[in-house]
Protein backbone atom coordinates (compact mmCIF):
# COMPACT_ATOMS: atom_id res chain seq x y z
CA UNK A 1 0.00 0.00 0.00
CA UNK A 2 0.92 3.71 -0.51
CA UNK A 3 0.17 6.94 0.48
CA UNK A 4 0.51 9.50 -2.15
CA UNK A 5 0.69 13.66 -0.84
CA UNK A 6 0.80 16.07 -4.40
CA UNK A 7 2.07 19.32 -3.41
CA UNK A 8 3.03 22.19 -5.56
CA UNK A 9 -0.04 23.94 -6.94
CA UNK A 10 -1.17 27.62 -6.88
CA UNK A 11 -2.21 30.49 -9.05
CA UNK A 12 0.36 31.09 -12.37
CA UNK A 13 0.05 32.84 -15.20
CA UNK A 14 0.22 32.08 -18.64
CA UNK A 15 3.34 31.02 -20.03
CA UNK A 16 4.70 30.28 -16.54
CA UNK A 17 5.84 27.03 -14.59
CA UNK A 18 5.34 24.65 -11.90
CA UNK A 19 6.81 21.98 -10.32
CA UNK A 20 4.61 19.68 -8.43
CA UNK A 21 5.56 16.84 -6.24
CA UNK A 22 3.73 13.77 -5.35
CA UNK A 23 5.48 12.40 -2.17
CA UNK A 24 5.09 8.66 -0.71
CA UNK A 25 4.99 7.09 1.96
CA UNK A 26 4.88 3.05 3.34
CA UNK A 27 5.55 0.91 0.30
CA UNK A 28 8.30 2.01 -1.96
CA UNK A 29 7.58 4.32 -5.01
CA UNK A 30 9.87 2.04 -7.05
CA UNK A 31 7.64 -0.40 -7.10
CA UNK A 32 4.92 1.16 -9.33
CA UNK A 33 4.18 2.80 -11.93
CA UNK A 34 3.36 6.76 -11.54
CA UNK A 35 1.23 8.56 -13.36
CA UNK A 36 -0.33 12.04 -13.30
CA UNK A 37 -3.36 13.05 -13.75
CA UNK A 38 -6.05 15.87 -13.93
CA UNK A 39 -9.54 17.46 -13.91
CA UNK A 40 -10.76 20.60 -14.53
CA UNK A 41 -14.48 21.29 -13.40
CA UNK A 42 -17.48 19.76 -14.92
CA UNK A 43 -14.75 17.61 -16.87
CA UNK A 44 -13.61 13.78 -16.99
CA UNK A 45 -10.33 13.30 -15.13
CA UNK A 46 -7.77 12.80 -18.06
CA UNK A 47 -4.37 11.17 -18.17
CA UNK A 48 -1.10 13.52 -18.49
CA UNK A 49 1.87 11.47 -18.07
CA UNK A 50 3.41 8.20 -16.60
CA UNK A 51 6.63 7.21 -16.11
CA UNK A 52 8.22 3.76 -15.37
CA UNK A 53 9.81 2.13 -12.38
CA UNK A 54 13.10 3.18 -13.33
CA UNK A 55 11.95 6.08 -14.97
CA UNK A 56 13.61 5.58 -17.98
CA UNK A 57 10.14 5.69 -19.68
CA UNK A 58 7.61 8.17 -19.89
CA UNK A 59 4.59 8.89 -22.30
CA UNK A 60 2.46 12.19 -22.45
CA UNK A 61 -1.09 13.21 -23.42
CA UNK A 62 -0.32 14.84 -26.74
CA UNK A 63 -1.42 18.42 -25.30
CA UNK A 64 1.09 18.64 -22.94
CA UNK A 65 4.06 17.01 -24.90
CA UNK A 66 7.12 19.75 -25.41
CA UNK A 67 5.57 21.45 -22.42
CA UNK A 68 5.60 19.05 -19.27
CA UNK A 69 8.29 16.73 -17.79
CA UNK A 70 7.14 13.93 -15.55
CA UNK A 71 10.54 12.29 -13.37
CA UNK A 72 11.37 10.76 -10.30
CA UNK A 73 13.74 10.42 -7.47
CA UNK A 74 13.14 6.95 -5.84
CA UNK A 75 15.85 7.25 -3.52
CA UNK A 76 13.33 10.66 -2.29
CA UNK A 77 10.22 8.68 -2.72
CA UNK A 78 9.44 11.49 -4.88
CA UNK A 79 7.50 11.77 -8.74
CA UNK A 80 7.53 15.32 -9.74
CA UNK A 81 6.43 17.14 -12.77
CA UNK A 82 7.64 19.73 -14.06
CA UNK A 83 5.41 22.02 -16.28
CA UNK A 84 6.10 24.53 -18.30
CA UNK A 85 4.46 27.23 -20.70
CA UNK A 86 1.44 26.71 -18.46
CA UNK A 87 -2.09 27.49 -20.54
CA UNK A 88 -5.41 28.18 -18.52
CA UNK A 89 -7.18 25.44 -20.38
CA UNK A 90 -3.99 23.59 -17.86
CA UNK A 91 -6.25 24.99 -15.36
CA UNK A 92 -7.28 21.40 -12.90
CA UNK A 93 -6.37 19.91 -10.25
CA UNK A 94 -3.78 17.24 -10.66
CA UNK A 95 -3.13 13.66 -9.14
CA UNK A 96 -0.89 11.33 -8.89
CA UNK A 97 -1.21 7.82 -8.74
CA UNK A 98 -0.14 4.09 -8.75
CA UNK A 99 -0.42 1.19 -11.10
CA UNK A 100 1.02 -2.45 -10.04
CA UNK A 101 0.58 -3.44 -14.29
CA UNK A 102 4.14 -3.91 -15.84
CA UNK A 103 3.36 -1.79 -18.46
CA UNK A 104 2.59 2.04 -19.30
CA UNK A 105 -1.18 3.09 -19.33
CA UNK A 106 -3.53 5.75 -19.17
CA UNK A 107 -6.60 4.41 -17.81
CA UNK A 108 -7.78 5.52 -14.36
CA UNK A 109 -8.78 2.28 -13.38
CA UNK A 110 -5.84 0.51 -13.62
CA UNK A 111 -4.34 3.05 -10.93
CA UNK A 112 -4.72 1.80 -7.37
CA UNK A 113 -3.79 4.74 -5.38
CA UNK A 114 -4.38 7.98 -5.58
CA UNK A 115 -3.08 11.52 -3.78
CA UNK A 116 -5.79 14.10 -2.96
CA UNK A 117 -4.85 16.15 -5.82
CA UNK A 118 -2.95 19.75 -5.65
CA UNK A 119 -5.37 22.88 -7.53
CA UNK A 120 -3.37 24.34 -10.15
CA UNK A 121 -4.76 27.53 -11.89
CA UNK A 122 -3.57 28.99 -15.19
CA UNK A 123 -4.63 32.81 -15.61
CA UNK A 124 -5.05 34.27 -18.63
Same mark, same amino acid.
Given at each position: QVQLVESGGGLV? &????????? &?ASGRTLSSYYVGWFRQAPGKEREFVAIISRSGNMQYYTESVKGRFTISR?? %????? !???? /??LKPEDTAV !? !?? %? $??PRIQLT $???AAYDYWGQG $????? /??
Open positions: Q &AGGSLRLSC &ADN %AENTV !YLQM /SS !Y !YC %A $TS $TTT $TQVTV /SS
